[in-house]
């Protein structure tokens, strides 16, 4: 039994918390076309995210993020006067900077995200994977702990090219706000006992 305590006590300082985010995307595409010399970014184009997270590594500045992540880009586009949608899967890992002061946590996050094509309109021929990178700068609100609500704003950039094909390339970048809710993990304080031992007093009749 006392390898299963050392277990649940490891698991209790390893993994900070579980949660939630739901936002909202304004995202943008850069089009290049090789054979008429165009190269320009499109209008924007407003859609959805929402994911689920689990927090890990206990450091008092540092800590890391996975993250499984629905998402939506496109833009509309000016050159063929029509709106671009995908729908990605995304697995991302970031790194969290933070500093916790007496209510509220502001942090930093960077890092990749896999992103997995689920599904596309208004044009064919997007990637089935690709990579883009991520950014972001938050406020962790700790008034109700173990609950603790956040919002967030942050950029999303490509790092390869979410469609490429003969003479024409197109990049996503999208601008993120996000808000969520993440359970912290809470850990155990260990009691004190003085294992049955009290100290005997002696009073004097003197």
């Known amino acids: 039994m006392l390898w299963l305590v050392i277990l649940n006590e490891a698991k209790a300082q390893f993994f900070q918390g ?22 320009k970014n499109q209008n924007f184009l407003f859609g959805f995210s929402g994911s689920l997270f689990v927090e890990y590594i206990n450091h008092q500045y540092v800590r890391m993020i996975t993250e499984v992540q629905y998402f939506q880009e496109g833009s509309k586009s000016k050159f063929l006067n029509n709106t671009i949608k995908t729908d ?21 996050l960077i890092g990749p995200k896999f992103k997995y094509l689920m599904g596309q309109s208004g044009i064919a021929g997007f990637k089935q994977m690709h990579l883009s990178m991520y950014a972001g700068i938050g406020m962790e609100f700790l008034y109700k702990r173990p609950w603790i609500f956040f919002v967030e704003t942050g950029y999303d950039h490509d790092i390869n090219r979410a469609l490429k094909q003969e003479f024409i390339a197109i990049t996503n970048k999208t601008i993120c706000l996000r808000v969520g809710l993440k359970y912290q993990i809470e850990k155990k304080v260990k009691s004190c006992r003085t294992g049955g031992f009290r100290p005997d007093l002696n009073i004097s009749n003197d």
Not at 18 to 39: F, K, P
Not at 101 to 107: E, I, K, M, R
């Open 88 to 108: 990605y899967a995304c697995f991302n890992n970031f790194l969290k900077l933070r500093q916790e002061l007496y209510d509220v946590t502001p942090y930093f």
């Open 18 to 39: 579980v949660g939630i985010t739901l936002g909202a995307n304004m995202s943008n595409q850069r089009w290049q076309i090789d054979t008429i010399n165009y190269n």
